[in-house]
């Protein structure tokens, strides 16, 4: 069976829509982003044995120590980061699953995207090709480090919590442009919107998060 139709049974139109009907009782707006979250099958993101679990309200493990957010929080992020005007080129600090940059990619015009582990990197490439996801540059990398050979973007998202805002990351978006990231330790994070200015930036603190931490560093 094509891995693009693995689980159907288990995730119908009905299944999808009552998390939309959630996200929406939970606050988020954008129809754009709503529309997308419908549409990006969320069950090829996980491992089969999981696929029953994917339109539920929790995050989900993808392997070395990772997880798949839950879809609250991605489209919480992706609404931020598209609510502050027009957005064509995205940095994407994490590929992790695949699943966020799938529904950056529906979103704007051009995502690119970092993972440390190549494990990950490699299962999310695959779910792209199967996609037909032609708009995602994924690369191995350490997120730390931004992608300047790439920049500036018009918006940086990270899937993983640095303890401070990343000045260095900051610099890499053009001046209006915004992060969005889940600041600080394990158990007191922050989800804020970060917008670079022409003297340096400003931060908004959205709402408490918890997310693995930003690492330095690669795994092969």
Same mark, same amino acid.
């Given at each position: 069976m094509n891995n693009l139709h693995r689980g159907i049974g288990m995730t119908s139109q009905r299944t999808r829509e009552r998390m939309i009907t959630r996200l929406c009782e939970q606050g988020i707006t954008d129809m754009r982003v709503l529309e997308v979250m419908r549409s990006t099958p969320r069950h090829l993101f996980v491992d089969e044995a999981l696929s029953h679990r994917a339109y539920e309200d929790s995050s989900l493990p993808i392997g070395f120590n990772q997880t798949l957010s839950q879809p609250y929080i991605v489209a919480r992020m992706t609404e931020l980061l598209v609510?502050?005007?027009?957005?064509?080129?995205? %940095?994407?600090?994490?590929?992790?699953?695949?699943?966020?940059?799938?529904? %950056?990619?529906?979103l704007v015009k051009e995502v690119y995207s970092l993972e440390r582990i190549r494990g990950l990197l490699d299962k999310a490439r695959a779910r792209f090709r199967e996609l037909g996801l032609r708009n995602v540059t994924a690369r191995h990398g350490d997120g730390f480090e931004g992608w300047a050979a790439q920049a500036p973007?018009?918006? !940086? !998202?990270?899937?993983?919590?640095?303890?401070? !805002?990343?000045?260095?990351?900051?610099?890499?978006?053009?001046?209006?442009?915004? %992060? !969005?990231?889940?600041?600080?330790?394990d158990n007191h994070q922050q989800l804020t919107i970060v917008t670079r200015t022409a003297e340096g930036f400003n931060q908004q603190v959205i709402e408490p998060v918890r997310f693995v931490p930003l690492l330095s560093g690669v795994v092969r």
């Open positions: 609510s502050g005007g027009e957005v064509r080129k995205v %940095l994407e600090l994490g590929t992790g699953s695949g699943y966020q940059t799938a529904v %950056l990619a529906r973007f018009d918006a !940086i !998202i990270t899937t993983a919590a640095p303890q401070s !805002i990343p000045t260095e990351l900051v610099a890499q978006l053009t001046v209006g442009g915004r %992060l !969005i990231v889940p600041v600080g330790p």
